[in-house]
């Protein structure tokens, strides 16, 4: 069984910097893609940035800038380092990953970490 475990969220002033970090767990043959995504109180989830085993990057445009995703393959983890943090970047935020197992096929969600800008 695949398991994310994600870490990092927090209050932070608006202007700051936090790094999440996101650890798949389990008997894992590869991971595909990884990427965060996050969701705000009554807005639907988003796509926040993806990375691809190969190290290609996709990311919102409301990110691009600010945002880095990083992955450590050997680790099976994946990092979002966000930086000039703003009010609206306010949300829980959810780590995704997809890949294969000794159960097949996975596409498995994190349980999410908190993420308040606020002064």
């Known amino acids: 069984q695949v398991q994310l475990v994600e870490s990092g969220g927090g209050l932070v002033q608006p202007g700051g910097s936090l790094r999440l970090s996101c650890a798949v767990s389990g008997t894992i043959f590869s991971i595909n893609g990884m990427g965060w995504f996050r969701q705000a109180p009554g807005k639907q989830r988003e796509l926040v940035a993806t990375?691809?085993?190969?190290?290609?990057?996709n990311y919102a445009d409301s990110v691009k800038g600010r945002f880095t995703v990083s992955r450590d393959n050997a680790k099976n983890t994946v990092y979002l380092q966000m930086n000039s943090l703003k009010p609206e970047d306010s949300a829980v935020y959810y780590c995704n990953a997809a890949g294969s197992g000794t159960n097949g096929d996975f596409d498995s969600w994190g349980q999410g970490t908190q993420v308040t800008v606020s002064s």
């Open positions: 990375i691809t085993s190969g190290g290609s990057t």
